[in-house]
């Protein structure tokens, strides 16, 4: 790092798509002078002309020229191509720089760094966890202490703590352990969603059925999600192996909650059998948490972000089938949710979780949701496509194929792509709200 002649370390960034990018942009407000970023070589001069002129922000040609010239240096380059990305540049950090990665899941960061970077180099990773249209305030901030001494730790925190972020402490595997159990399953659901959309062709707030409190909720999270870049949510799902699992249970839960559902019809026995494993899965997922604030926003705060207009159709009941299905896989896998969410919720996952909270702790909304799953017909083919999504997306983790990955995801994509900025606006306005009622009910308690 720096000498104490330089008050200033040198803060090198490689990769500047979104995350290189919104790093750069609170490091120069914070008032850091020497910011050396790169991305591949073929986008230097246009990079170059981009921050001709931004506070502190010096461009470079590629990573060995970022590597050879900073003391700490963060990778934020897709997870796919962490290790080839290491091992070109790796061999060139400056010695005894301090080394991190902003990758979604780390294992494969873990041994890129440890298989290419010198020796001398100490080991700090990170993890924002937010995407890069979130304000980083007040969000959870993971630092990694791999390789390193505790003076080092202590340096990655003064750089970063330009962002306002809440500093959470874990190793590289609890990182993955506790990413999987938050994002892995929630991202499942949300781009099972939208897929189950777009195969039937519907934007499921234009026909009024699906306006409103929780599919506000649903419709906005969704189209954030496939607005974002397909390989964050590929790279987290198919490189965390307890990911897999747990993609896996989610789409087993969806698709045996839904057979109970065509069971049940006039067989009394099979409706208890499913209402029995939707009260067992409450009461374990939400049982002990009886005197928690609840997470979520009214539903009338709600219907503030929604992109449909309330047609008055939109009382009617639906199964919630993707928020059962949460909950029962949540319960199998015994994790508990709320032990997350101080630690390491994201925006997605907190609300995600809020959401499933405030149907099953509201009697009414649950019964109204059991009830509609068991006896009205009019949903059962957006929950068998919603079904079919599932299992799809469980297949193409299962199979570890970032093409078909990609394919998936632009496929789905490319039906929501003309109705991403309304969303993103109305999406971010949301979480914006959300977050803003966290805090000031915390400041209640
Ligand atoms: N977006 C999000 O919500 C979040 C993402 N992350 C993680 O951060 C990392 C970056 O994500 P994000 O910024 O969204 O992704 P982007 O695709 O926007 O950015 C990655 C950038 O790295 C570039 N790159 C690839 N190889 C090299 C190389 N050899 N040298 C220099 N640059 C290179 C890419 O170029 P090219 O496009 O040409 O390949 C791209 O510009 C990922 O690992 C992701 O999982 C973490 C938190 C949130
Ligand atoms: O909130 C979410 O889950 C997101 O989708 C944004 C996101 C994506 C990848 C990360 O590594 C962290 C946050």
Redesign the pocket.
């Known amino acids: 790092m720096s000498s104490s002649t330089d008050p200033q370390p040198t803060i090198g960034l490689i990769g500047m798509g979104a995350m290189g990018r919104m790093y750069t942009k609170y490091l120069s407000q914070g008032g850091w002078t020497k910011i050396h970023v790169c991305d591949l070589p073929s986008k230097y001069e246009a990079l170059k002309q981009e921050y001709d002129g931004v506070p502190g922000v010096v461009v470079l040609t590629d990573g060995h020229a970022v590597s050879r010239s900073a003391d700490f240096i963060m990778y934020s380059v897709e997870a796919e191509f962490i290790e080839s990305v290491v091992a070109e540049y790796g061999p060139s950090t400056k010695l005894n720089a301090i080394v991190a990665g902003q990758t979604?899941v780390k294992a494969p960061e873990k041994a890129a760094f440890e298989n290419h970077l010198p020796p001398d180099a100490q080991i700090v990773s990170c993890?924002?966890?937010?995407?890069p249209g979130?304000s980083p305030i007040g969000q959870p901030l993971v630092l990694i202490r791999h390789r390193a001494s505790v003076e080092a730790l202590k340096q990655v925190e003064t750089i970063l703590s330009c962002f306002g972020s809440r500093f959470v402490y874990m190793s590289y595997d609890e990182h993955d352990l506790v990413?999987a159990n938050?994002?892995a399953v929630?991202?499942a659901a949300f781009l099972s969603m939208g897929t189950a959309w777009a195969s039937m062709r519907t934007y499921p707030w234009e026909h009024g059925l699906y306006v409103g409190g929780i599919e506000t909720a649903k419709v906005n999270i969704a189209l954030?999600?496939y607005s974002?870049k397909w390989h964050?949510?590929a790279g987290?799902a198919i490189l965390n192996p307890s990911a897999k699992i747990q993609i896996d249970q989610f789409a087993a839960s969806a698709t045996v909650l839904f057979t109970m559902m065509l069971e049940s019809g006039s067989d009394s026995e099979a409706e208890k059998k499913f209402r029995d494993r939707i009260e067992w899965a409450g009461k374990t997922v939400f049982g002990a948490e009886k005197k928690r604030t609840p997470i979520l926003l009214s539903s009338d705060v709600l219907d503030r972000f929604s992109l449909g207009t309330p047609t008055g159709k939109t009382d009617k009941a639906n199964s919630h089938l993707s928020l059962l299905a949460m909950v029962d896989c949540w319960a199998h896998l015994s994790i508990q949710p709320f032990e997350h969410l101080l630690l390491a919720a994201?925006?997605?996952?907190r609300l995600f979780l809020g959401v499933a909270e405030h149907l099953f702790l509201s009697p009414t909304l649950l019964q109204s949701a059991i009830h509609s799953a068991l006896y009205d017909t009019w949903h059962r083919q957006d929950d068998l496509e919603f079904v079919v999504a599932a299992r799809g997306w469980s297949q193409c983790v299962s199979f570890g194929s970032f093409e078909l990955y990609r394919r998936r995801f632009d496929e789905t994509r490319a039906f929501f792509e003309s109705r991403f900025e309304e969303a993103g606006v109305m999406g971010g306005e949301m979480i914006k709200a959300i977050m803003e009622s966290e805090k000031e009910r915390e400041a209640q308690q």
């Open positions: 979604s993890h924002s966890l937010h995407g979130v990413t938050t994002q929630t991202h954030r999600i974002n964050v949510y987290l994201t925006p997605i996952f």
